[in-house]
């Protein structure tokens, strides 16, 4: 559900209210600490009802994001969650995955990312990772994307050749596969994955 269709549906609510009588323009702006004009218009469409003021009358009527949200789109989700198994709730790492982001060193404190249970479930360790932009991924990856991790010992472990990684390279992460030899392991992008003599070669010992 977008913001905005979060906001047409608390103005529906509010004018509901208003031609039953529950409410009044002026009682609402006065609750809300704004003028009366300002709520007139905003409630006509001709002025945009802001993020903060849809906090304050929020809280103010007491009115929850559920009661938003119409009872077909949230039976729609729990019949989807049900029908495939449901969801596991996954803590999401603190910054972002990318060349030219810090390696994230903990988790968030309230964050956690809905992924289905068929996915996170097969995962021992999982964490959600937010991704920042990597040229050399491109066609795999983009900024923005949400990437499900194993942070498992098993995982780094058993090296899958068909499998990303999450590789520290100085201070930043980056996503390759991996292909291992005798005394080092090599870094694949995504542009060149058969071309050896582009693949970073980083020895065993080195490896974090």
């Known amino acids: 559900m977008l913001f905005s269709d979060v906001q047409s549906a608390l103005i529906a609510i509010l004018r509901m209210r208003i031609r039953n009588g529950e409410l009044t323009e002026r009682?609402?702006?006065?609750?809300?600490?704004?003028?009366?004009?300002?709520?007139?218009?905003?409630?006509?469409?001709?002025?945009?009802?802001?993020?903060?003021?849809?906090?304050?009358?929020?809280?103010?009527?007491?009115?929850?994001?559920?009661?938003?949200?119409?009872?077909?789109?949230?039976?729609?989700?729990?019949?989807?969650?049900g029908?495939?198994?449901?969801?596991?709730?996954?803590?999401?790492?603190?910054?972002?995955?990318?060349?030219?982001?810090?390696?994230?060193?903990?988790l968030t404190k309230t964050d956690r990312l809905p992924f289905p249970s068929s996915q996170a479930g097969m995962i021992p360790n999982p964490v959600a990772a937010r991704l920042a932009e990597d040229s050399r991924m491109?066609?795999?990856?983009?900024?923005?994307?949400?990437?499900?991790?194993?942070?498992?010992?098993?995982?780094?472990r058993d090296i899958d050749l068909a499998a990303f990684y999450v590789v520290k390279c100085g201070n930043a992460g980056i996503i390759r596969r991996i292909e291992?030899?005798?005394?080092?392991?090599?870094?694949?992008?995504g542009d060149s994955p058969n071309r050896p003599s582009c693949w970073e070669r980083v020895r065993l010992e080195e490896a974090t």
């Open 138 to 156: 491109a066609n795999f990856f983009a900024a923005g994307d949400i990437a499900l991790l194993d942070s498992s010992q098993r995982a780094r």
């Open 180 to 189: 291992l030899s005798s005394d080092s392991m090599y870094l694949i992008a």
């Open 83 to 106: 029908a495939n198994g449901g969801y596991i709730y996954v803590p999401v790492l603190d910054g972002a995955i990318g060349p030219r982001f810090p390696w994230p060193t903990r």
């Open 27 to 81: 009682g609402l702006a006065r609750l809300v600490g704004v003028s009366q004009p300002h709520i007139h218009n905003v409630l006509k469409g001709a002025r945009l009802l802001s993020a903060e003021l849809s906090d304050q009358i929020l809280v103010h009527l007491r009115i929850s994001l559920l009661d938003l949200i119409e009872r077909e789109q949230i039976e729609a989700h729990l019949n989807f969650a």
